[in-house]
Structures are given as C-alpha cells and as structure tokens.
C-alpha cells in the first residue's frame, strides 16, 4: 500500500538523510536509493576529460515537477511499492554535491531497485531540466546544440 509519493524540483541543497527516513516506512523490506552528484570532470570530444567547477541547474517551473509526479506514480502502478520520491536539484551545483535523489520502498529489494532504476532513467530522459557544465575556462550546456533548449 503506497503511502508517500513525493516529487519535484529542490531549489535548496538536499538532506539526503531525511529523503531517507521519509522513503523508508516499516512496511518496506528493501529500501533502494539512487543519489547522483557533481562529479569533478566531464567527458568532452575526443574522450578527454575537462574539470567541471560545478554544474548550473534549470527546470521549466511547472512541467518538470509534474513531469516527475507522473513518473513517480507510473512506477508506483508497475511496482508494488510503499513509498516513492523524487527530488532534483536546480540552481548551482558545487562538486560533490548531491543533485538528484530517488528512493523507492517496498516490501521486497527487486521491485524497489527495479523501480528506482526506471525512475531515474525516465527523469533523465523525459523532465525538462537543462544542465549546465561550468568549466575554469567556460562553459557549455549540455545536450543543447547552441545553448539551454
């Protein structure tokens, strides 16, 4: 029985610790978590690794938070999962710093990682949230020929 779905877009640093506890009801016997961060280089043409000084974040204010919602509640159908949430971040991004976190509940490990894996390649793919790779020397964003889509 599902009993928290929460998603959208975090214009504050993360508490990874509470998104936690709040996906982590005692009905659920496997709990898995998905927490991407800003990692210190990025892969330009040629394979070559550029330093990233932090990553810039925007959402389209309405459509990404509903976006994930609907993700959220897609899995939940397809999962028999007790708690589901989902939070990226927007604004600036330093290294190491958590951007992204996703943590599905269930009473079972394989329908918790399984939807927590599907959650988080759907947001990848389907929410509008552009990122914006900050180098020493410039900048780029990515994914958009030309600049933000």
Not at 98 to 125: F, N, Q, S, W
Request: hydrophobic content about 45%; proline content about 5%.
């Amino acid at each position: 029985m599902l009993q928290v779905i929460s998603a959208g877009i975090a214009s504050e640093p993360l508490d990874i610790a509470a998104v936690i506890a709040e996906g982590s009801s005692p009905s659920s016997g496997g709990v898995a978590v998905f927490l991407g961060t800003v990692r210190e280089s990025a892969a330009v043409a040629g394979n070559r690794a550029k330093p990233v000084t932090r990553l810039d974040y925007e959402a389209h204010p309405q459509l990404a938070p509903r976006r994930m919602e609907e993700i959220c509640s897609e899995a939940a159908a397809k999962w028999q999962l007790n708690d589901v949430i989902a939070l990226h971040r927007s604004g600036v991004c330093e290294l190491g710093e958590p951007t992204v976190v996703v943590v599905c509940g269930a009473a079972h490990r394989g329908d918790a990682l399984e939807a927590c894996r599907y959650i988080i390649e759907e947001i990848k793919a389907t929410v509008p949230i552009w990122k914006k790779e900050v180098y020493a020397d410039g900048s780029s964003w990515v994914g958009a020929e030309g600049g933000r889509p």
